[in-house]
């Protein structure tokens, strides 16, 4: 460990979050893991463990591979080689991830279809077209609840604003109550103000006893944003990504983002993810 890599913390902020109270059970265990496409290695030689109930963000050059790792996370890539396994909640090592929420910069949705349809789509989907059961229906008005939506449910998305779409789309995640919800840049696009009441937000549905949620990794670009949020950091290097470092962030939840330990921990991240790009 380098001398960077102790944990952040502010003088007023000793206490660790109450996420990360107890004891844990593995989420995500990587060991040796690589991953590349073709002739090209994008992540190299990397090993972790993320455990449950933890929020992590992936923070690293742009191109390195945080959203290729994100994919192998959701099995949507093979590694090429070591090994990456889920654990859901009942303990089981599994190859797929039973319960997997996935959200993107852009909130894709179908323009011709209403914010309640929308969420309902992989619901559809997974019928193969078939009608939705009025059980899908109340669990996807339960879950534009969550996200403050459930007056717009009759809402198209342009008329919704870019926070509001996005609300849809991590709505749409949730539709699956999953164990884990991994989220690609999710708030990327917006504007800070907007992006700040979305991180609380999550922050909320997060705890909440509402959904089956218990762990949380996102690719960020936003510093701020990884230290608001997040238990841990890790910070990749240029690709072949490795992992360079795994900073644990010890403020007290909910954190304060004027203060000047916030400030400091920023800084801290902001510093070693120079020093390594
Ligand atoms: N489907 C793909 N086929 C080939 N190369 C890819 C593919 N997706 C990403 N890459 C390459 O892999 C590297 C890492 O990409 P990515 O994981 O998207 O980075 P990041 O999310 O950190 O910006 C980049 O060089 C990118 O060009
Ligand atoms: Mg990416």
Known sequence: ?????????????????????????????????????GDLSVIDNVSFRIDQREFVSLLGPSGCGK??????????????????????????VTD?????????????LLPWRTTLENVLLPVEIELGGNRVSSIDEARAREV????????????YPKQLSGG???????????????DLLLLDEPFGALDELTREMLNEELLEIWRSADTRLKTIVMVTHSIPE??????????????????????????????????????KSVSYVRRLIRSFS
Request: glycine residues 4%.
């Open 226 to 263: 990884a230290v608001a949020l997040s238990d841990r950091v890790f910070v990749f290097a240029a690709r072949p990504a490795k992992l360079a470092e795994v900073v644990p962030v010890e403020l007290e939840h909910p954190r304060d983002l004027e203060s000047q330990a916030f400030a």
């Open 67 to 92: 959203s290729t790792l994100l994919r192998a996370i959701a099995g949507l890539l093979t590694p090429t080689s070591g090994s990456l396994q889920l654990q859901n909640s009942a303990n089981e």
């Open 1 to 37: 460990m380098s001398a960077m890599s102790k944990p952040l913390s502010g003088a007023e902020c000793e206490a660790s979050s109450p996420q990360s109270a107890g004891p844990r059970q593995a989420a995500i265990t990587a060991s040796d893991l690589c991953i590349g496409y």
């Open 96 to 108: 797929s991830k039973p319960r997997v929420g996935l959200m993107f910069q852009k909130p894709l």
């Open 164 to 178: 509001m779409q996005q609300r849809v789309a991590l709505a749409r995640a949730l539709m699956s109550d999953p």
């Open 144 to 155: 534009l609840s969550l996200v403050q939506l459930s007056s717009f449910e009759d809402a």
